[in-house]
């Protein structure tokens, strides 16, 4: 992944190989610089926006955090504890920013955003790759050619076979 200017440009050395997992953090990607995309300096506009798409992209971002951590509880990763609790610190923060910026605190869309920059890049190239290996030792190649990993790789992976 590099940075260019404000934009996160996603590179391949930060996949997992898990299409599931993969799709997401590039979603989570785009969720950013589609807000970059939005840092007008006008204050009325940016609230408009951030307004309109706040709700949605907490949700995504939990929707993804469920994710990896339903996958981590499965396969019985030994990093799920500290991992979640990255996940759960980080939406909490989360939500105090968002209280922050609707009462008017001298937060702007354009801070907002760079917080939510670094936190996705550090937290795929440091704690999210601590289960990269992992996940695609556990997941095989599916009829349709992608790694993924499904019950029966589970199953596999916590009666140790895979
Ligand atoms: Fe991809 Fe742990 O978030």
Redesign the pocket.
Known sequence: MTVSGDLITWSEKFSCGIKL?DD??KE?VELVNEMFNHVTGNDLQEKNYFNRVINDAVAYVKT??AT?EKLMLATKFDGYAE?KK??DTFVLAVVENIKDYEAGKRLTLSTFTRFLKDWVLS??AL??KKYFEYFKKVATRKADGKLSINSEDVRNAVEGKS
Do not use: A, N
């Open positions: 997992i997401q953090h989570l993804h955090f990896e991992h990255e996940h937290h795929i704690m999210d």
